[in-house]
């Protein structure tokens, strides 16, 4: 059935794959369309919520998880693979992976909230949104303009310690515009030098996420594939020493060899 109760990610030691399930006509047929209607009101709800003060990290993994809900039931599988990784890190950390669209923000705080608190480096826009800027409000973010580099390099450093040291996890994804296709010479040092100058590590994250396709017009409105599974997979964190050099190829190399495997299928 479409409705099926889905375990919480959180009482998962380390693999969580989607359970078969049986997928309506409708959702199988106009598998975007149905995706985005079932998507509406949780975005709405989650607002609401945010408006009122009421979107606390428990809501926000929630809503996280119904959206999850949401692709699963026009028939996206998941692969979620080494949150023994995050349950093992003690204290904050920074969790440094590729992008490549909008489902890894909609899923990756029903992951790693109820785990450990946390929050995203976000371009400027996803906090000006109509309605989805009350989502991302309320969850503290850091806001960078992806325009003015010096700038949002002093933003990261000051924000992102000031976080860290609060005890609050970070998502950072070094290459700033989202990528379909792998580019390692994208992928820049900023999560290094962060974790480096607030000494904490870093759990790196591969993730596989084009069954969410980017928008002709706007990004976030793309075509939902069911036929493309979705991956994430965290790796052993990683103590940064020095100026990170070694460190950041180290994620690059665990990012690149998940796509390749990934590919392969």
């Known amino acids: 059935m479409d409705d099926q109760p889905h375990p919480e990610l959180a009482t998962i030691d380390d693999v969580y794959q989607s359970p078969p399930r049986r997928i ?87 992951i790693i909230q109820p785990i450990r608190e946390v929050t995203f480096v976000v371009k400027q826009q996803l906090v000006e949104y109509p309605i989805f800027k009350h989502v991302m409000r309320a969850r503290n973010p850091i806001a960078v303009s992806q325009t003015d580099p010096r700038g949002d390099f002093k933003l990261m450093m000051s924000g992102g310690k000031e976080r860290l040291d609060d005890g609050i996890s970070l998502v950072v994804f070094p290459q700033g515009q989202r990528q379909l296709v792998w580019d390692p010479n994208q992928f820049n ?65 665990f990012v690149g060899e998940k796509l390749r495997e990934w590919d392969a299928e």
Not at 28 to 48: D, E, N
Not at 75 to 97: E, K, S, T
Not at 195 to 216: H, Q, S, Y
């Open 24 to 110: 309506g006509w409708f959702s199988r047929t106009f598998p975007t369309i149905s995706f985005f209607a079932r998507l509406t009101p949780i975005v709405l709800g989650s607002a609401w919520k945010a408006r009122r003060g009421l979107y606390d990290g428990k809501a926000w993994s929630d809503s996280s998880i119904d959206v999850m809900r949401a692709l699963e039931s026009v028939g996206v599988q998941f692969d979620i693979r080494g949150m023994r990784h995050l349950h093992a890190v003690d204290g904050p950390c920074l969790i440094v992976g590729n992008h490549q669209g909008t489902l890894e923000t909609m899923i990756l705080p029903g």
């Open 189 to 253: 040092s900023i999560g290094v030098k962060l974790a480096g100058r607030a000494k904490v590590p870093i759990v790196p994250v591969a993730l596989k996420t084009d069954a969410w396709a980017l928008g002709p017009i706007i990004s976030d409105f793309g075509k939902i594939d069911p036929t493309k599974k979705v991956h994430f997979e965290f790796g052993p964190p990683i103590e940064v020493e020095g100026r990170g050099g070694d460190e950041n190829q180290a994620i690059i190399d």
